[in-house]
């Protein structure tokens, strides 16, 4: 049984139209929106959640609130509700939260009212090579042609036993993401592999709390530390170094995977962090990271950490943007806490995995040893 704390309203007036009805424990949920261009979600009888939109022209918009839940023999708890509407084209998007899991998402028609528009998007290189990556990732055929050409690149450079051993860290690094993401309740498009770049873990569905982006982004480091420690073990077991070397320059990449720069993990987990904090402590550490970026990209030429930075700078430009209308629910102290010691431990797991093999008379395998001394 559910029950809201006494807020009652009476049913909308015979002018106001329905948007949406679901069904949230047991009872519907009704979005409707009248001729004064207010939006209002009922739960039952009750209203639960108000928005007047009234001279305003916005893209995206949430309703939020609590509910009293009373499970049978246990203690009452309180659950944070969220219906997420966006606008795209002449259809209305919608993804209904209960607490940190997505339990629907939908379509209905778009209000002809025009408060809800879909957002602008501006020509840039970026965006035409998102637009291009879109159209790609319709054709299941080319995720089958990104994942051979990879394998036939990381063979060109090392070995066939090698690439295969490698695209297998990759791997795992990209399903943890997707698992974090199908634990919320977020539809994925499956795991792309770029060759000589990495993987990636494609959604469909926006996440709705900054806790859902920690847990998602550190989710690929935690598997590729489980992926490197499984390396580990079966070189001790075999002794080839073929697994060690798995091992080490797995970890080797998923450490550069947790820098403090956004598009990467790391840079997902710090703003996370940072913009659960007050607004000028968000944009000052992103900030930071992006300058730690640039030191490492002259230090060891790294011109593809560039391209990153340069994408990265630009998310943190558009959130800081949006920061007042933001649908993402920050991280409390507890929160914030919890994910710094989660961050470092993964680190710290990868570190001591490079760290085994520093004494090693490999090349290969002191090389990660060397990169982290330097």
Known sequence: MSNLEESRTDLPTPEAAELLKLELMGKPLRLTTDNEAVQ?????????????????????????????VKPEGQPDSTVSISLNLQAQDNTLCYQLWVGERQQESGQCPLPSDGHLVKEKKHTSLIGLAALAFKLLKSAKVVKAALAGASVAGYAWLFSIEFALVLIACLVAHEYGHVRAMKYFGIKTKGIYLIPFVGGLAVSDDKINTRWQDVVISIMGPCFGLFMSLGCWLLFAITGLELFAGAAVLGSLLNLFNLLPILPLDGGHILKSISFSMRSWVGLSVCMAGIGLGLWLSYTFGLALLVFFLIVGSLEIVFEWRQRQ???????????QLFSAVWYFLVSAGHILVIYSFADSQSPILGLPMKILGS
Request: contains cysteine; glycine residues 4%; negative net charge.
């Open 40 to 68: 209002r979600l009922y739960w039952g009888e009750q209203q639960v959640s108000c928005a007047e939109l009234a001279n305003v022209q916005i893209n995206e918009i949430v309703h939020r609130f609590q509910l009293q």
């Open 325 to 335: 209308y933001s649908h993402l629910v920050p991280l409390d102290t507890y929160g």
